[in-house]
């Protein structure tokens, strides 16, 4: 296993404390992958398809997982469903790319580090990171939830409140990594991470008996889950699981939408454009670092994007509660972006669907 600098391709091993080239650029993962997925693990976890993932110690996996993975899909309609990955033993899909890193940090020795979050990855590091024996430091906005910021120190980690916006709460992370030389475990810097989020589309082409929905519904604010998804998409596309990639549409808040912003104006670069606040914490990132990375798999894929206003997404938190379906704010956001696509275009009403419900309601109720 190494990490590859994607604008220099220059190589550095797993176990250094580098979080990114000298040159600037960010680094992808590279190992030997299997050409067939092994379906016959019976573990009931994500784990179940180490076959796809990076070759880390069983022992070391034994450790540290909680039998995250393995949700279950919700009926939302005649066409549509939701993949509850608040079923997570912390409440979030964030799960899938703690447990894969955690992993990773323990098996090359990591006894400290230090994540930024706007709630959901932080609690999720922090809570295998305690499994695992590591300290943790988070940073967060200081108007995350406070039901995530208990949770987080709930599990052991230290906490830093930031006054400003995501991007600077970032800022002040890689300071506290740089100077007090710790792992920077990060869930958009490490590409270990998307190697756990990609997981969510394995769960569901065994779901789809060996097949996938016509549409894959996304949020994207650093990509975390959109890259993951689609990382695994190409992978089942090269080793012919999957005839074509499904309908990829990406769902941002109108008041931060700088990756629709970009897709809307044939840009090949993210640029940081003038954001508002929105509910949808989970993806209010005005600048992903990601951000370039995220709208060339949206073109090479095919991909569409599609904004929501912060009148849509409460409407659909509501409509989803008398689903019985009590979630995360920015989970429906997913599902306004669901409901604006169908109102675009009528004809997708009629195709299967899913949308991931990312978070549990109690983490961002007030």
């Not at 996996?61 to 993949?83: A, C, F, H, R, W």
């Not at 969510?200 to 549409?215: Q, V």
């Not at 996304?218 to 998409?233: M, Q």
């Amino acid at each position: 296993m190494k990490y590859v600098c994607n604008i220099c391709s220059a190589e550095y091993p797993v176990d250094t404390l580098r979080y990114r080239c000298q040159c600037g650029g960010l680094f992808s993962l590279e190992y030997e992958k299997k050409e067939d997925m092994d379906f016959s693990v019976s573990a009931r976890s994500l784990w179940r398809f180490s076959s796809m993932l990076p070759p880390l110690s069983k022992d070391v996996i034994d450790k540290v997982t909680m039998q995250e993975g393995g949700t279950p899909l919700i009926s939302l309609g005649e066409n549509l469903e939701g993949k509850a990955e608040y079923f997570m033993p912390t409440l979030s899909f964030k799960d899938r790319g703690a447990a894969v890193l955690v992993s990773l940090m323990s098996q090359i020795g990591i006894s400290h580090c230090a994540v930024d979050s706007s709630g959901n990855a932080g609690t999720s590091v922090a809570a295998y990171c305690a499994r695992a024996g590591i300290g943790c430091d988070v940073f967060v906005p200081s108007r995350t939830s406070d039901k995530k910021i208990c949770q987080i120190k709930a599990h052991g980690a230290c906490v830093h409140e930031v006054e400003g916006s995501r991007e600077f709460t970032t800022q002040k992370t890689i300071e506290f990594v740089e100077s007090n030389q710790v792992f920077y475990a990060s869930h958009i810097f490490n590409p270990f991470f998307y190697e756990g989020t990609k997981t969510y589309i394995y769960e569901l082409y065994e779901s789809y008996g060996k097949s996938l929905p016509d549409i894959i519904i996304l949020p994207v604010g650093n990509g975390t889950l959109f890259l993951g998804a689609s990382i695994a998409l190409e992978e089942m596309l090269h080793r012919d699981m999957i005839d074509s990639i499904p309908l990829i549409v990406a769902v941002q808040a109108e008041n931060c939408a700088p990756v629709a912003h970009a897709h809307l104006h044939d840009l090949t670069h993210v640029e940081k454009i003038e954001t508002c606040d929105t509910a949808a914490e989970g993806i209010a990132s005005a600048l992903p670092l990601r951000g370039d990375q995220i709208l060339a798999h949206l073109r090479k894929n095919g991909g569409i994007v599609v904004t929501v206003s912060e009148q849509q997404i409460v409407e659909a938190h509501k409509a989803l509660a008398m689903m019985g379906l009590f979630v995360e704010i920015t989970s429906a956001a997913n599902y306004a972006g669901y409901l604006k696509l169908i109102s675009l275009r009528e004809e997708y009403g009629n195709r299967k669907a899913v949308i991931p419900l990312c978070g549990a309601g109690l983490k961002s109720v007030h």
